[in-house]
């Protein structure tokens, strides 16, 4: 039987996404570049952009604004399978915005930790 949301890895897991959501917001290309699994099949669907690959989504990060990217995470749900997969997704909020951002990020871990191996943000209006 499958461990879901094993103590340890979901701490793990947690903590790699800490890591992201901190070099999102203050534009640490690097770290960001390091949470993604270098590799052809790595997927990141944005809001306006369907990447394909390691290279396509390191390009995009590399030309994005740096402006603007402060969000308010409202919630968040990360859940484990197993030790070395994880899926999480959260909700959030930016300034003067009145829609409702989303965000899915599937987890693995490899030898050298745990990498985003495939992301979708995406936007919702309110209503």
């Not at 039987?1 to 959501?21: C, G, K, R, S, W």
């Not at 952009?49 to 390009?59: F, K, P, T």
């Given at each position: 039987?499958?461990?879901?949301?094993?103590?340890?890895?979901?701490?793990?897991?947690?903590?790699?996404?800490?890591?992201?959501?901190q070099a999102l917001v203050g534009n640490d290309v690097a770290k960001l570049d390091e949470l993604f699994w270098n590799n052809d099949?790595?997927?990141r669907y944005g809001a306006t952009?369907?990447?394909?690959?390691?290279?396509?989504?390191?390009?995009f990060r590399s030309q994005r604004p740096a402006a603007n990217l402060a969000r308010t995470v409202t919630s968040r749900h990360v859940t484990t399978f197993g030790t070395d997969c994880a899926v999480a997704n959260i909700t959030f909020s930016k300034n003067g915005?009145?829609?409702?951002g989303r965000q899915t990020q599937t987890w693995v871990r490899f030898p050298d930790g745990w990498h985003v191996v495939a992301a979708h943000v995406s936007w919702m209006d309110v209503k």
């Open positions: 039987m499958m461990d879901i949301n094993h103590a340890p890895t979901l701490q793990e897991v947690e903590l790699a996404f800490d890591a992201y959501e099949a790595t997927l952009e369907n990447l394909v690959g390691y290279d396509a989504i390191r390009d915005d009145t829609r409702i």
